[in-house]
Structure formats: structure tokens, C-alpha cells
């Protein structure tokens, strides 16, 4: 098949403008080996713009993420800064007071990087789900063992109600759950009171976790799952972290407000 030279150079000019970043439509929708080569490179630029937008806008999430990051960070070791040059001078009766401060800030620090590496993880994909059958109960024990001070050092109770059987990785799921718990108590008064409960219908299995608060306002209700976008009291990671488990295992988490029961938002996890 004899293709003229005009077709080829006009097809060089048209690639090397494509490559420019000017966006061309090279298909004529005819017969013939040349306009098959025109598709074939108008479907390999399309995707390799696609790809460049996907790395621009990754590039600009990471750029986000890491700006909110730093200002995490940034935060509670400025105000252990503070209070290292505080304690030096301070008199014997004010020494509890801010080696108390130290070390609740030590610990958000210690939480946020914990998350951080966490999300880092799921972000890589690089972790690997390994489901087994796990009750309720089981789960909520897991979940509440390594964040019980916090609901202890409120005067808060954690109560668990009603029963199933769930089909999860145990320890990701647990975590997704503590953070749900570890909201609530941070949204729920000195003394007040957090409800786990479980079971299923025919769409799923849940667990929902109730707190004593004032609810979300619902302003604030799309932006309580978007990283770093959450809530006064903690870190912004915590929600958004829960929500990626339960959605790389087919799950999925909603919330709504309780008022007429009398507690604040109900955070339901659930296993589909």
C-alpha cells in the first residue's frame, strides 16, 4: 500500500505538536493501514495524558498531604517546646501541671505518626487483607484495649450491646473500629456514655458506635471522612483511616445524628 509523503510528514508534524502538549484528534475514520496507525496513536496519547493528569493531581495531593502533615506535627511539638522552657522556671506546684501536658502531647504525636505510617501503608497498597471469622464482641474487645485510658481518663463508660458474627481481617477492622471509638469518646462529655452495638439485616453486618455528644453539625458532615479535614480534639486522620479499611474490604461507613435518643452521632460500620 503506497501511502503518500505529504500523509507521513503531516502525521510527524501532528505527533511532534502531540508531544508539544496540544491536544489533536488524528482519527479520519477511513479504510486503510495509515488511518489504523492515526487511531492507534490517538488512543496512546489520550492515555498518556490521562496518566500525566493522574500524576499531576497526585502530585498535588502529596503536596497537600504533606503541607497538612507538617502543620499536625508542628502543633503539638510547639506547645511541648513551650512547656520545656516553661518547666525549667516553673514553681514546684505548676511542675505536674505541665509534665502532664508533655506527656499528653508526646502521645498525640505518637497516635498522628502511628497513623500516618498506617495510611502510608494502604496508600502503597502494599497490605494485604487476610478475612476470618470474628464475633462482634471479639472485635469490640480488640478494638478497646489499646485506647481504653482515654474513655478512663474522662470518666466515660464503654458499653456493648446485641451480637454477629463478621468476616474480616481482625486486626485492620479493630483499628478501623478503635478509631471510630476513640472519636466518640473524644466528642462525648466528661462522664458520659458510648454504645457499641451489633447485628445484621438482609443488605449487611454492622457495627455502630453511638457517642453522648452534640452530633455533627451537618456542615460538617462531608468534610468528617476527608483527611485532615475533621474535627477539634484530634488529628484529622482518624475517621479517614477507618473509612480506607472498611472500603478495601467491600465495607463502608455512615454516620448520623442520635438527638432524639438522646446521644450525639452514630457511626455505623458495615460488612457487606
Partial sequence: MFIPKKEIDKLSADIRRIIDGHTIDLRDNLEGRLSALKNDIHTLAGRLNEQSDNSRREKIALADSLANISHQLKTPLAAMSVMVDLLEDAPSEKRAEFIANLKQGLAQTNRLADSLLKMAKLDSGSVEFFPVKISA?????????????????????????????????????????????????????????????????????????????????????????????GSAGGTGIGLPLALDIMQRQNGDISVENNGERGRGACFTLKFF
Fill in 137 to 229: 464482641r471479639e472485635l469490640f474487645d480488640l478494638a478497646l484495649a489499646p485506647m481504653q485510658i482515654l474513655p478512663d481518663i474522662k470518666g466515660q463508660t464503654v458499653k456493648f450491646g446485641g451480637g454477629a458474627e463478621l468476616f474480616c481481617d481482625k486486626n485492620w477492622t479493630a483499628e478501623a473500629l478503635g478509631n471510630v471509638i476513640k472519636n466518640a469518646s473524644e466528642h462525648s462529655p466528661e462522664g458520659g456514655e458510648i454504645f457499641v452495638t451489633a447485628g445484621e439485616n438482609p443488605l449487611c453486618t454492622w457495627v455502630s458506635v453511638s457517642d453522648s455528644g452534640a452530633g455533627v453539625p451537618r456542615e460538617k458532615m462531608r468534610d468528617i471522612f476527608r483527611r485532615f479535614g
